[in-house]
């Protein structure tokens, strides 16, 4: 698709990626595509605010051309790193080896270490106001939001956050703004991509967002560097982005086992039972038929995670233990947690569980609940009773 106008004399002229389907190699899954979002204001020194992933470049360069020509860019705004906004930089360069590159210091750092270019670095800061002719931008630096690079660009006369990676979400749409897409949708995408890479910088996130309340300027838009733009409401981003950063949760729990037999399965399906007795909302995820970036986004909102494996090498099973490094790593706020498993002979599954989810910060909210080689129906519903148990420990907590 071709360069939008988001603003007067402002262009949208990144690129649509329909079709990939894992991001940061594997470890993210895009379902419904991306976008990178680059875009270019047209004043006395026409800017082009970040680029795009290095294999889009030639769509970058199209879209420019829709709008003026590309080898007359005067400054690049790199808000950002990571190649799949500074990727297109090289392409630009080489028709722009003049152009001023701003960037944050950890932003030329980084820069200098993908593509050696001797390119002419203009080094920012929080507040750095640089004119364009008729506009003006400001930068305000925002490390680990999400690298130690990461920086906003502010359009001051446009009110117009440029946040890069920031109230971002993997979605590719055929329409650029909020008030044209299904807002159910992107807000599912926006919760996922906070879940999975933002939830380790809450606190940052926070701060964030006073530290921008404080500085007392209007935000009527923002357009981050995947995803929609945000006209009609950006408040509503930042609500949400305020909600996910506190660790706010809700009535909810979610169960993801992984089984061998079925015992564990059966036993699963048991505690769901009983958080459905006491009309607590639960999601049951069987981890190796499920996708793991989609388990992490449920949990995000839910009070309670309950894991369960077998115990197989005094161990859980191997495909568990992606799922708790992951929450490991992101450190989730606010969360009881649980575990439970079939066994044979040992059943150490529980006990390791229960360590690992501590360390990551979840408390625990019963003691494990296993049952050696096939659950009876007694042992099943004493599995429902353990639901019903923790059901009641999560409504406590509300
Ligand atoms: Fe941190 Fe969209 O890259």
């Known amino acids: 698709m071709g360069a939008v106008q988001i603003a007067e004399n402002i262009y949208w002229v990144g690129a649509m990626d329909w079709n990939i ?11 419904k595509g991306t976008t990178y979002n680059s875009y270019l204001i047209i004043d006395d020194k026409v800017t082009l605010v970040d680029t795009v992933y290095g294999p889009f470049s030639d769509v970058l360069l199209k879209n420019i051309a829709e709008i003026t020509d590309p080898s007359k860019i005067d400054y690049v705004v790199s808000n950002h790193v990571e190649t799949d ?6 392409a630009i360069m080489a028709l722009n080896p003049g152009a001023k590159v ?5 932003g030329e750092e980084g820069l200098r270490k993908h593509y ?3 390119w002419d670095y203009q080094v920012v800061k929080t507040g750095t106001q640089v004119s364009l002719g008729r506009r003006s931008l400001t930068f305000v630096e925002a490390p680990m939001l999400h690298w130690p690079d990461s920086m906003f660009t502010y359009v001051n006369e446009d009110a117009i956050l440029l946040p890069n990676d920031a109230f971002g979400q993997h979605i590719a749409t055929a329409f650029r703004f909020d008030d044209e897409v299904s807002m159910e949708e992107v807000m599912v995408e926006a919760a996922k991509y906070y879940a999975n890479i933002l939830t380790p910088f809450s606190d940052l996130v926070l701060k964030k967002l006073e530290e921008v309340t404080a500085m007392g300027i209007p935000i009527k838009m923002i357009g981050p560097s995947h995803g929609i733009i945000w006209r009609k409401d950006p408040s509503r981003i930042i609500r949400a982005y305020a909600s996910w950063a506190r660790g706010d949760t809700r009535e909810k729990a979610v169960i993801a086992y992984d089984t061998m037999w079925e015992s564990t399965a059966k036993m699963g ?3 769901l039972q009983g958080f459905v007795d006491e009309g607590v909302e639960a999601k049951l995820y069987a981890i190796s038929s499920s996708d793991r970036n989609d388990i992490i986004k449920e949990i995000l909102d839910a009070r309670m995670v309950v894991v369960g494996s077998p115990t197989i090498n005094k161990d859980f099973l191997a495909t568990v233990g992606p799922l708790l490094d992951d929450l490991k790593g992101l450190r989730p706020k606010a969360k009881l947690g649980a575990a439970f498993g079939s066994y044979g002979w040992s059943g150490e599954s529980i006990k390791n569980i229960e360590e ?3 360390s990551a910060g979840v408390t625990i909210a019963e003691p494990g609940l296993r049952f050696k080689w096939v659950p009876t129906e007694d042992e099943l519903e004493r599995s429902r009773e353990y639901g019903r148990n923790l059901a009641r420990r999560l409504k406590d907590t509300g």
């Open 85 to 90: 906004h500074s990727g297109g930089l090289p």
């Open 356 to 358: 690992r989810l501590a």
């Open 116 to 118: 050696f270019g001797d």
């Open 102 to 106: 701003f960037c944050s210091k950890k």
């Open 21 to 31: 389907r894992h991001f940061h190699g594997p470890a993210y899954s895009t379902h």
């Open 269 to 271: 399906y048991a505690i």
